[in-house]
C-alpha cells in the first residue's frame, strides 16, 4: 500500500498534521485500537496559552524556562508561546468548543503558570479536541483512517547518511503484517506511561515511537525526566487511574497528610499548586515517611457550586467510585504521567532519519528541558504538528527520490517474543519501585541489567500486538533507565539520592542516545 504521507497515531498531533498536510496529499493514518484511544482524549486541565489580558509571551516564556531547570531551548520555547494562540484559534476553527466568558475564553489556573492561560472544555479538554479533529478528518478526502493498525516497526531505505525513512511495517488486528510506503512518515505515538506500574496514560501509551525510532536510527534525548502528575486517585483502577487535574489545586484544592495535617504548606511558597516535581516528592517522602497508602486532597474549599461547573467529570468520576468531592477529601497518590524526552527534533518536527517526523508526547523537540509546565504538551503538540506539516509540504515539492532501492529486510519472525508477556508485570513493578520518583545508583544498575537481558531476549516481528507492545515497552524501559544513569546529578524530574544537587559544569545539557 502506499500513501504521500503516513502518520502513526491518532491523538492531536497526528490528527492536527494530517489536516494540514489532506489540504495538498494524501494521508493514511494508522491507530493501534480505535481511534479515540489516545491521551489527548484523556486531557482534562487544557491547553496553556496567552489569551489574558494580564499575560504576555514574555510570562508564558518565563514560566516554561523555569519549570524546565536550565536544560529548556530557549528558541524553541518562544516558537511554543508565541505561535500557541494561532494554534488554538484554529482548533476552534475546526469546530473545538471550549468554555467561554460572558465574550472571551474561560482561562485556568494551574502549577507553575504565574497567570491565568489554561484554555479549557470543563474538565475534558482533550476528548473535545479529539472529536472535533476526528471530525474534520472525516470529512477530508485526503485522509484515509485505520483503525486497529499497529505500526510494528519503521522501514528504511539506503544506507550510512543516504538512508531515509519511506514507510512502515503495519499488522492489522486481523491479518497479516505488510508495508505501507510513503514519502514522508510523521510518528505521532503519544507517550509510554505504561512502563510504569501506576500511570494516567491509557493502555496505548507503550512507548511504541520511542522504541521503533530506536531501532530505526533516529537520536532519542532526555527519557530519564518522566513527570509524575501528584493527584491521581487511589486505589489505582486497573493499568490506569483516574486524574484529578491540577486545576483543582489551582481552584484551591489543598493537600494533606492522611492525618489531616497540612502536607505543602511549610515546603514550598505556592504551598499545594508549587511545580509538579516538587509536590509528586513530597508526596513520595511522606507516603514513606509515614507509612500511609496515599495522601489527601481536600476540595472543600472550593464552592460546591464552582466545582459542579468546573469539574463535572471529576465530581461524576468520583462519585461512580463511592466518593463525594464535595464533602469528603479525595485519596490521591502521584501516578507516571508524560514523557518529556522522546524522539530528538528540530523545530520542524524532523528527526535525525530523513524523511521520518515526529510530534506531541513522543517527540523531544526541547520545549521542556528537564520538566514540562502543566498544559504545555498539548500546545507543543499542535505548534510543532503545525511547524512538521509545512516541513513536509516543501519536502513533497521536490521531486520523489528514486525509488530503485529495495527497502531495508522485514525483521524475521522468531518466537522468543513470547516470553515477555509473563515480564510485562514485573518491568511495570521495577520501574515503579527502582525507576520512579526518587532514584539511587544501585537500583537503577540493577534495573539496566535486568533489562538488557530482557531486551536480548526479544524477538524481531511475527508478533501478535500485545507482544509487539511488549517488546516495545521494555525497549523503552531500558532507554529511560540509560538515560537515567548518564545523568550523574538531580534536576527537575531526575532525584537521584546519590547525586542530590544539581550540577551545570558536568550536565547543563540534554541526554542524547545514539544508537
Ligand atoms: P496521543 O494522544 O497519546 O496519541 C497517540 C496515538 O498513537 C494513539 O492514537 C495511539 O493509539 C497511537 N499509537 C501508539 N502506538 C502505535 C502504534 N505502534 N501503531 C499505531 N498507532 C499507535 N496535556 C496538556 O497539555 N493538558 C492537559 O490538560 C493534559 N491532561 C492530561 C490528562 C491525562 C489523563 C493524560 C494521560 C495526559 C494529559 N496531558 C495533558 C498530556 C497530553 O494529553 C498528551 O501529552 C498529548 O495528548 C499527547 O498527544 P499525542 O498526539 O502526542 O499522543
Ligand atoms: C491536569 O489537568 O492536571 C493535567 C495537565 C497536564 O498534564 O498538563
Redesign the pocket.
Known sequence: MKADVLVIGSGIAGLVFSLKIARFASVAIITKKGRVDSSTNY????IAAVFGRDDSFALHFQDTLAAGAGLCHSDVVRVLVQEGPERVRELIDWGARFTRNAEALSLGR?GGHSRRRIVRAD?LTGREIERALLAAAAASPNIAVYEDHAALDLVTVGVGKESRCCGAVVLPATGESYLIHARAVLLATGGCGQVYRHTTNPPVATGDGIAMAYRAGPHIANLEFM?F?P?ALYPADGDTTL?????VRGEGGTLLRANGQPLMEHLHALGSLAPRDIVARAIDQEMKQSGSSHVLLDCTSISPTEVRSRFPNILRETAARGIDMLSEPLPVVPAA??ACGGVLTDTRGQTTLPALFAAGETACTGVHGAN?L?????LEAIVFAHRAAVRVREELCRPAPSVDEEPGPIPEETSSARTLISIRDEVRDMMWRDVGIVRNDADLAAAEARLNDLVAVSGDAGLTQEEAELRNLVLAASLIVRCARARVESRGLHFNQDHPRRDNEGFLRDTVIVQ
Open positions: 486531557a482534562q486541565g487544557g494551574e474538565d513527570q502528575h493527584t486524574l484529578i487535574s491540577e486545576a504521567h508524560y514540562r502543566a498544559s504545555n504538551s498539548l
